[in-house]
């Protein structure tokens, strides 16, 4: 191997798993004389890190690859896909896009050393993992680091593509997440989001059968002023320990990300849900009446096949009854091996899909700025990430962003803030 540096650009279009993914192919690739680069035009090799979740996702990696493919005419560039859709799509690419040289899938990261090499076009997609190796892991942000504790999905909901392109869940072993945990508070990161698709079911796999609320009652105990944040939950899976731990911890933040996905009983039982709206709703007031200014956010999708317009309602009815502090949403999109996209003759018409789309975004909006005015006239503690426009802009623990005026305030200090203003995004105030 030649001991000249080569820049290496990962375009990262998924979740913050797939976001700890390009952070960990980063360091595997320090180790081999790649730096990374933040301008693809400067890199001698480019990889999208892709996400499968809908169909606008995995559009959006193919118009990189087609960028890729110009820029290739003009330089000598190596391109490669790896991430959600590289592990659905495999050799398919190589044939689709004649310009990629690499194609990997989520579990073959750990073998990039011995692709990245190659002379000749690779495709590697493996269905069980290879163990992880000891590499370096290059941070992208500075204050907030990711670590995941659980990968994969079990659960199959009629509408995901993640247990395919993840895999049976696996959870990695306490002392290696403790380790990884030390390590990231050494380097003076401040805020740990421990990671899985579903966080609560971290330990079922293992013989000693840890869990979720254990694993975070350790990291407590690590020495240091920091956060701990985890997600994603699964409702039924939320512990009674769990909100015990969280209630009495002074680390763990109170913010809960609790997808509920549809306010209708049917629609949850077509997503091959495991709940109904009773049973969330009892999880979302036994997690408020334990933990104070506790944030609970969720994802919904609209336009399910086969969703009726009264069933629509009942989402957003759900998200007024839970008063629910936020939520992402999504337009149902039909994926690839997934049992809801064979229902054809149930597809929500596209217009309409739209249109509920735009009043579940409206009514998040509302909720929003209902949650965000709640805080007004409070003291909140505030972890400094940024200083832009004259004006600091930092993080709650639970999660509200606050642009505050302050004296003597630095990027990574906890300061308290008393909130003298709310809009539907975010909280403003002054430094006490
Ligand atoms: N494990 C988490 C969610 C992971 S995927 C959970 O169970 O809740 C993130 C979100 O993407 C999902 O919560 C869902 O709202 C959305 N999503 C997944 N598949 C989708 C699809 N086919 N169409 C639209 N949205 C989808
Ligand atoms: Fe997808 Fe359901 Fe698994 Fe979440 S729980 S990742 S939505 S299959
Ligand atoms: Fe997307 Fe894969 Fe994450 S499909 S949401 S990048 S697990």
């Known amino acids: 191997m030649s001991n000249t540096l080569k820049k290496v650009y990962i375009e990262t279009l998924g979740c913050q798993m797939n976001k700890s993914d390009s952070e960990r192919i980063y360091g595997i690739l320090s180790n081999f004389n790649y730096v990374p680069c933040a301008n693809e035009n400067e890199a001698d090799l480019c990889i999208v890190n892709t996400c499968s979740i809908r169909k606008l996702s995995e559009d959006k990696a193919y118009s990189k690859l087609g960028v890729w493919g110009k820029l290739k005419k003009e330089k000598s560039l190596k391109i490669g896909i790896c991430g959600c859709v590289a592990q659905q799509e495999g050799e398919k690419l190589l044939k689709r896009f004649p310009y990629v040289d690499l194609v990997f899938g989520t579990q073959n990261i750990y073998e990039l050393p011995e692709l990245i090499d190659k002379k000749t076009r690779v495709c590697a997609i493996r269905e069980k993992p290879v163990a992880e190796s000891d590499f370096n892991i ?9 670590l995941p504790i659980i990968e994969g999905c079990n659960n199959f909901c009629s509408y995901c593509v993640v247990p395919y392109t993840r895999g049976r869940e696996r959870s990695r072993i306490p002392q290696v997440i403790i380790n990884e945990a030390k390590n990231i508070l ?3 990161f401040k805020e740990i989001t421990l990671l899985g698709q579903n966080v609560d079911s971290y330990g079922k796999d293992l013989a000693e059968k840890p869990t979720l609320a254990g694993l975070l009652r350790e990291i407590e105990l690590l020495e240091g002023d920091f956060r701990i944040r985890f997600t994603t939950s699964y409702p039924t899976d939320i512990t009674d320990e769990l909100i015990e731990t969280v209630k009495n911890s002074k680390k763990i933040c109170e913010c809960f990300h609790i997808p509920m996905q549809s306010g209708s009983d049917r629609i949850l039982k077509a997503m091959n849900r495991r709940y109904d709206r009773k049973t969330y ?4 007031k036994k997690i408020r009446n334990n933990i104070k200014n506790v944030t609970i956010t969720s994802d919904f999708i ?5 969703e009726t317009h009264q069933e629509f309602e009942m989402t957003l009815s759900a998200i007024d009854e839970f008063e629910l502090d936020y939520s992402n949403t999504a337009a149902y999109s039909p994926r690839p091996n997934t049992p809801a996209a064979k229902w054809i003759e149930k597809y929500v018409d596209e217009n ?30 505030v972890l400094v990430e940024n200083f832009k426009d004259g004006k600091f802009e930092g993080r709650t623990r639970n999660n509200k962003v606050v642009h505050f005026q302050g004296e003597n305030t ?5 300061v308290n ?16």
């Open 138 to 146: 290059i941070r992208t942000k500075s204050l907030n680091a990711w």
């Open 186 to 188: 050494k380097e003076g």
């Open 281 to 284: 709703g009892e999880l979302v």
């Open 302 to 306: 609209a336009g399910f096949p086969s």
């Open 352 to 381: 309409e899909k739209k249109h509920r789309l735009a009043v579940l975004n409206e009514k998040v909006k509302q909720m929003s700025l209902k949650s965000n005015n709640k805080y007004v006239g409070c003291e909140l503690e």
């Open 410 to 414: 630095k990027i990574g200090d906890f």
């Open 417 to 432: 803030v008393a909130i003298d203003k709310a809009s539907t995004w975010c909280l403003f105030g002054v430094k006490k």
